[in-house]
């Protein structure tokens, strides 16, 4: 789970709230988080892996490739996979080496690797899932910027400035913070520990709000652009546009669910923490509520990893291609390449070849031949991971 109460439980003088949440039942905790991660993992590769040839190849044209956003989406899985795996290790060390981890207090303040594991490993976590919410968020100004104004794949070079550099400076800031003036002396108090949480909840907070009007924008851009090309909008394209609709709701959907607990539970814990006393009875149903988002963080947030590539890219099998070649597709590009003998066998290939036309005359009709290449290429990419149902 990616939440800043665990490197806040790298604290020996933690605080009553963070002590409360971390120590009900940690092994059951331990066990959900790393069932969840080891899964999700599991899945989320097995998704990203390449197929055997021919697999899912629909059409008998070849479409152009997205500029950027497959990338993109590769590097989100990537950063959701590795989340996992600091999980996964974190997870297993709590359960398979209990008193390692009861190290971390200030009775044992001497023994220094507890407390360096617990930072390690948050820190790993923290910045995975930090650095695929800055992903997240410029893949939708990429869909955005390909289709209204043909940005190319040079943009990828400025997101990985921009989403590494902020993940690697707002978690290191965050943790400078939390940490000051040593880790086995951590500075007590709600104001003192603001900072780290809002470096940490800033790129998901700017997902939720952001992302939603870039989608809702570019799909207004992409209907603007199927009607450009005749000057009507046929039952085809309002399909498509349709189509793209549900595949950014998607994306959506997956966020919301992994991570707004973590949200919930963030404020409740923040509401007891300022409580002279959590223990008292008035405070039973917020005692009880916070414990149950703490779960359901455990076993949702481990699971945007899987979930990601099914939003992203459909259900694209367990058909893995193991053999070793000199160069080899993602399963989501893959998709877009040509194999004539498909055609008789997919039932799909009936609404690709349809939408193929839309892709030969838009090239053909297009005015600016640049920009709109690059936009089919995007539309064509949420068309044919479409025909995966979610």
């Known amino acids: 789970m990616a939440s800043p109460r665990l490197e806040t439980f790298c604290c020996p003088n933690r605080d009553a709230a963070t002590e409360f949440v971390v120590s009900f039942q940690p092994v059951l905790f331990g066990a959900l988080g790393l069932g969840s991660a080891s899964l999700s993992l599991v899945f989320a590769v097995l998704q990203i892996l390449p197929k055997r040839k021919g697999y899912r190849r629909l059409g008998q044209y070849p479409l152009p490739r997205p500029a950027s956003s497959s990338r993109i989406l590769f590097i989100i899985s990537m950063c959701d996979i590795l989340g996992c795996a600091g999980i996964i290790t974190r997870s297993s060390v ?22 360096v594991f617990c930072v390690g490993s948050a820190m790993w976590i923290q910045l995975f899932f930090s650095a695929s919410f800055w992903w997240t968020f410029c893949y939708a100004v990429d869909v955005f910027l390909v289709v209204k104004t043909s940005a190319g794949i040079s943009t990828i070079i400025l997101y990985h400035m921009i989403t590494w550099g902020l993940a690697v400076l707002l978690c290191v800031e965050g943790v400078a913070m939390l ?29 939720l709000v952001a992302n939603p009007v870039f989608f809702n924008r ?3 851009a992409v209907t603007s652009l199927l009607k450009g090309r005749q000057g009507i909008y046929t039952e085809n394209e309002r399909r498509l546009a349709n189509e793209i609709k549900i595949r950014f709701f998607k994306i959506m959907l997956v966020f919301c669910i992994c991570w707004v607990p973590n949200i919930i539970n963030e404020s409740l814990l923040f509401y007891l923490e300022m409580q002279t006393d959590i223990a008292a009875n008035g405070f039973r149903n917020i005692r009880n509520a916070a414990l149950i988002t703490w779960f359901i963080m455990g ?39 040509s194999a004539p003998n498909a055609a008789g066998n997919n039932p799909l290939v009936g609404t690709t070849l349809l939408y193929q036309s839309h892709v030969q005359e838009a090239k053909k009709n297009a005015s600016n031949g640049h920009q709109h290449s690059d936009a089919i290429s995007v539309l064509s990419e949420v068309k044919l991971h479409n025909g995966s149902k979610f």
């Open 218 to 220: 570019t799909v207004c």
């Open 94 to 115: 709590w359960l398979g080496l209990p008193n390692f981890i009861s190290g971390i207090s200030v009775a044992n303040g001497t023994d220094a690797w507890p407390e």
């Open 299 to 337: 076993i949702l947030n481990p699971m945007q990893a899987f979930l990601n590539t099914l939003a992203f890219h459909g259900w694209t099998g367990l058909d893995v291609d193991f053999r070793p070649r000199q160069r080899r597709e993602p399963a989501w590009d893959s998709v877009s390449t």
């Open 179 to 207: 940490y000051y003036p040593s880790i086995s002396d951590c500075e007590q108090g709600l104001q003192h520990a603001i900072p780290h949480y809002v470096t940490t909840y800033a790129p998901m907070l700017l997902v």
